[in-house]
């Protein structure tokens, strides 16, 4: 390895402009691997605007388009499980490239489908694309983002997957309105509609790639692989006028080995892995559990459920995207700021509240025709406090959780314990998603009673065991201490 004075000052010294060049530099990048996150977001919601169509077209009982619905999350978890090591063994750009020629296959794949067992096989690949950018892009942000603005732009992968969700949405709509008898029918060019909505992801997913193309490799990754003239060119474009041989040195010595990592490497005393490990899945998992894709996957349904008309229920759905995505941006705003904790808890109190006052509400609905009912005041409450739930989901878990594994682990772990943290919040997205209709058939109360819990369990755990991580440089993660106990990496 050079040492400082062994080659010209730096790379940040040849810069003429400010750190605010550097600052922006850092955003565009970090931009970049956050079309991951749009294209998480769009290819795990555009299904939804195709579930009655998939029913017509191949004869599909509610069970089977469940299944269908969900398997992509099953191929989310492999991604996801993969995704690091891989990205510690080739790079985070060259996972990027995958996922993206991965999105292409499955959106392509999908809207040629002739039968759902095939259907099926493409969404798994779909998810296997959203696995590995679940993990790529927050691993990419946090290595290329100075710590003063890691928080703010290791938001943009949640931002970018509500951004997702809602352009799915809206091409839905569209396709389905330009076309002869909506998303059953067929579209201007030929075809079934429903087949244009699937191809659609093919659009996003080859501009990722292209723009994977033109961006550096994380500096860290090139620090382990030796290749330091690299890492000080793209630590000198994103620090300005800093230290970047001090840098360098200090990702030097965080690396522990000079070896692959494997998941052995997180093994750990406590219940067979590091402490640190599980503070990541523990998160991931309470992320899922407090039921927030039960809004986006089933809200119609649900609103249809208790007495609202199909276009209410529509529209209601809408509004709780736009509440999505515009307290997204209330986090962008506050994590740098407030921080990881105080985010984590006051979501956590908020989403028990808004989540009681539902059960509440369902709990005390009348029951009609063996459907709750929501009459009087109960329906507008419940609908305020189903939008409070997004909101305090959207500005604090929703994008906070991202972050934290993104920079809550030190380097040596980093890829691999991020694809173990992502993996078990596919698997517990899987739960939630699969088990909601059968336990809100038996009882709505029932349902949103347990994600009431899991919020409170959430609020206690991220008291007891979450470590503040605002403003701590990457490779200072080894000596991560907990509010209560150290949990070391």
Not at 311 to 333: D, E
Not at 438 to 455: D, E, K, N, P, R
Request: aromatic share 10%.
């Amino acid at each position: 390895m050079s040492t400082p004075g062994s080659e010209p000052k730096t790379t940040a010294d040849e810069h003429h402009d400010g750190p605010s060049h550097s600052a922006a530099t850092a955003a565009l990048l970090a931009g970049a691997a956050a079309l991951g996150g749009f294209l998480f977001g769009y290819d795990s919601s555009v299904i939804n605007g195709t579930v009655d169509a998939l029913k017509d077209t191949f004869h599909l009982s509610g069970f089977v388009v469940g299944f269908v619905v969900s398997a992509a999350l099953l191929g989310c978890a492999v991604g996801a499980w993969f995704a690091g090591p891989i990205g510690d063994r080739i790079g985070r750009v060259k996972v990027m490239l995958a996922a993206s020629a991965l999105f292409v296959i499955s959106s392509l794949g999908s809207a040629f489908a002739f039968s759902a067992v095939d259907l099926t096989a493409w969404r798994l690949v779909g998810g296997l694309a959203i696995g590995a950018a679940s993990v790529i892009a927050p691993a990419y942000i946090a290595e290329i983002a100075p710590a003063e603005l890691r928080g703010r732009l290791g938001s943009l992968q949640q931002m970018a997957i509500v951004l997702g969700i809602f352009a799915a949405l809206v091409v839905d709509y569209v396709i389905a309105q330009v076309s002869e008898g909506g998303a059953t029918g067929t579209f201007p060019w030929g075809g079934g509609a429903w087949r244009w909505m699937f191809a659609s992801a093919a659009v996003p997913a080859v501009f990722w790639g292209v723009i994977a193309t033109t961006i550096p490799e994380s500096p860290r990754y090139l620090v382990k692989k030796h290749k330091m003239t690299d890492a000080r060119r793209v630590l000198g474009r994103v620090m300005g006028r800093g230290d970047v041989d001090g840098k360098i040195q200090d990702i030097v010595r965080s690396i522990a080995e000079d070896r692959a990592v494997h998941l052995r490497d997180l093994r750990g005393s406590r219940l067979g892995l590091l402490p640190i490990v599980w503070v990541g899945i523990l998160l991931s998992v309470f992320q899922q559990f407090v039921g927030i894709n039960v809004i986006f996957y089933y809200s119609s349904s649900l609103w249809q459920a208790v007495g609202f008309s199909e276009s209410n229920a529509m529209f209601t759905s809408v509004i709780n995207s736009i509440v999505n995505v515009a307290f997204t941006l209330v986090a962008i705003a506050l994590v740098d700021r407030v921080g990881r904790r105080p985010l984590l808890l006051g979501g956590a109190a908020g989403m028990a509240l808004s989540l009681g006052t539902l059960t509440a509400c369902f709990a005390t609905a009348h029951v009609v025709d063996g459907k709750p009912e929501l009459s009087g005041a109960a329906g507008p409450i419940a609908l305020v406090a189903a939008n409070v739930f997004v909101a305090a989901f959207a500005a604090t878990w929703g994008p906070v959780v991202w972050v934290m594994l993104g920079e809550m682990f030190n380097n040596f772990i980093r890829a691999s314990a991020l694809a173990v943290a992502a993996a078990a919040q596919w698997l517990a997205n899987w739960v939630v998603t699969t088990t909601f209709p059968g336990i809100s058939g038996f009882s709505l109360s029932l349902a949103y009673g347990l994600y009431t819990a899991f919020s409170v369990l959430a609020f206690v755990f991220v008291i007891r065991a979450v470590p503040e991580t605002k403003g701590r440089e990457l490779e200072d993660m080894d000596r991560l201490e907990g509010p209560r106990r150290a949990a070391r990496a």
